[in-house]
Nanobody, 127 residues
Framework: QVQLVESGGGLVQAGGSLRLSCAAS????????MGWFRQAPGKEREFVAA????????AYTDSVKGRFTISRDNAKNTVYLQMNSLKPEDTAVYYC????????????????????WGQGTQVTVSS
């Protein structure tokens, strides 16, 4: 069983930065596809960024390209989401997700592609 614990959320002014962390237990990260999603009030959970199973490829939703960076530390079983130039529309609960198996170079971008989820961490960006 995989357990994921997110941290690093909080309240920040527009233009500020936050770094989210997702620590995993129960499985080695080095052979898992990893992703970050977010859900704003009244909206569906949406894709933000992800690694392929191999860790070679990444993908980002258009609205965060150039501002957010996903990274991973396999030795620590942790994936990060560095968020810069934050905007009020980035306000949401952010979730990390893991897919233990998959195609080596495919980046999975839908919620149904992932098997395990963290509890989420709130990010609030004030204007």
């Amino acid at each position: 069983q995989v357990q994921l614990v997110e941290s690093g959320g909080g309240l920040v002014q527009a233009g500020g930065s936050l770094r989210l962390s997702c620590a995993a237990s129960g499985r080695t990260f080095s052979s898992s596809a990893m992703g970050w999603f977010r859900q704003a009030p009244g909206k569906e959970r949406e894709f933000v960024a992800a690694f392929s199973w191999s860790g070679i490829r990444t993908a980002y939703t258009d609205s965060v390209k150039g501002r957010f960076t996903i990274s991973r530390d396999n030795a620590k079983n942790t994936v990060y989401l560095q968020m810069n130039s934050l905007k009020p529309e980035d306000t949401a609960v952010y979730y990390c997700a893991v897919r233990p198996k998959g195609a080596t170079l495919v980046v999975y971008t839908t919620t149904r592609d992932y098997d395990y989820w963290g509890q989420g961490t709130q990010v609030t960006v004030s204007s």
